[in-house]
């Protein structure tokens, strides 16, 4: 466009001047008329193949044009169909079921193009839990550490194995060559654990640690802050402390229930065990949500401090569900994700340390061992604060790190094919379970010179399994047990409900208000004492062998 002068337009700005006038709606008008009017790239691919070409090559050069319209939604494909057509109209005839086969084809191989090559892994593969595992041998412990990079400091995971090898977590070709790989993202909160100069020392040494000289340290650390009366239970903490740095190679492991009044040493205990067991945090000021990520990616060893809501059952039923299966390997528990909307599972299994003055529910009770806590007369360890200070506890945890990565091998061995060869009378079944672990590190320290621990940690895990069983059913069930034992001593068939109750209430101060027909049916079923159930016109009536009841009250030690 030229000025009045003659003379063209000098650059962009004076074009918009002396076309538009200044108006910039006409501007968009002109432009979007231009867009409207050109040609889509394809479109122009099309048009520009010459009308004369021979037939034979016309389909080489639609073919990668073919590809690319392939690729679109079918109403465009139409579009492109019809412009192919027009174009060589009059020359060569294209029909549209010709087309559309082609462009099925095409898709067909883009389809197989872009398919990748899958192979099966998961008969390969090794999954390690994200914080800590024993797998095949070998012991794996992530670390985060503080690192510099490209002038910038930042936190990264790394594994520490057993045979001392020290490998960051973003080592692709390291997992790749030993089919590793983490069931989960490594979530550990405190990064001041275990030391780089510790991690380093590990790496370099080969020597071994002494267990049994950590054993002592660890039961001197606590006896220095708490007066336990009997001296099995410093043995006691000291040896489930340690455990927690191999708890996994264990099919199950108990929770310490430390019970006692106030003023009796529940919350300094924690304090001890918090700078001392693996990972170990409190869960006061936690959500149960955020608790399942957490010892999913931390395998921590969670310590809960006056958690007097678990001894109602109807309370804090996610922390309840957490612990009642969180005791055993496996154990698992299920949430959705709040993003996806898809469920999730989340490990559960780790150490946990419960404490609170009214006791706790029944199911729950049976995953603990108790530990019974009382006020202590020692002025010097009432007033001895737990501080960052007072003791090396970096020194302490270094050494308890080298002894799960150095001393978990033994202690497996024992725990599977020794431990189930032991005769120890009440200790079997759940006993079993929760006292197995704790006395498979006790034979280890006993074969390595602490001679009698063993003995000592069997004949306490027999009183405290007596006295588990001696409490083990509530009041009402044993007074149903002594009950029937009477009733079965004349009679053995037509007991009715008003009979068991009627006797009952002999071993009850109050007249059982609350003891229903209902509750006596369910309780006949758990024990499994009907031999012959059946409905008169005053109710149930029920055969109940004397010798089933007599089994029933020998295996409960009623």
Known sequence: MTQSNGKPAKDWNELFTLKHNGNIESFHRECQQLLDQAQTTIEYKITHIPKDTQKRDIAGLLQPIITDIAQLPEIEQAFYIDVIIDHFKGTVTFKREDIRREIKQARKRITRNREEKVEILNDRLIRISPALDFVGGIGYLTVPLEVLADGEISRRYYLITSDREQIPLSNTDFFQHSNIILKSEPNVLDESRWSSQDIRKFIQDDSQVDPVVIFID???????????????????????????????????????????????????????????????????????????????????????????????????????????????????????????????????????????????????????????????KDKSKSDKAVIERGVDWGYLRNRLYCFGLTCFPEIREIYLKEAPRWNLNAVSGREGELWFPLLSIAMCLDRKGYDGLYDRIKEVAMMKSQEARDTGLDDWSNALLLALKVITLSQETDIQNRDIRERMKEYFDDDSAALTGRWIGNALTRFKLVAERKRTNRGYCYTIKRKTVEDVIERYGV
């Not at 001296?231 to 708890?247: K, P, Q, V």
């Not at 060893?301 to 007097?308: N, Q, R, W």
């Not at 989340?346 to 530990?371: D, H, Q, W």
């Open 218 to 376: 660890i039961r001197e650390t606590y006896k220095e802050y708490l007066d336990f009366r009997e001296s099995h239970t410093a043995e006691t903490i000291a040896l489930w402390t340690m455990g927690t740095y191999i708890f996994p190679i264990f099919e199950s492991y108990p929770y310490l229930f430390l019970c006692g009044e106030k003023g009796s040493g529940k919350t300094k205990t924690m304090n001890v065990a918090e700078k001392l067991c693996f990972n170990a945090i409190h869960s006061s000021s936690i959500s149960p949500a955020l608790l399942f990520r957490i010892i999913e990616g931390s395998s921590c060893t969670l310590l809960i401090d006056e958690a007097e809501a678990l001894q109602y059952r109807k309370q804090s039923d996610d922390l309840r569900q957490l612990l009642n299966g969180g005791y055993k390997r496996g154990g698992g528990a299920y949430r959705c994700e709040p993003n996806s909307l898809q469920p999730q599972r989340f490990g559960i299994y780790s150490p946990k340390m419960i404490a609170n003055i009214g006791g706790l529910e029944s199911v729950l009770e049976t995953r603990c061992i108790r530990i019974t806590m009382l006020r202590t």
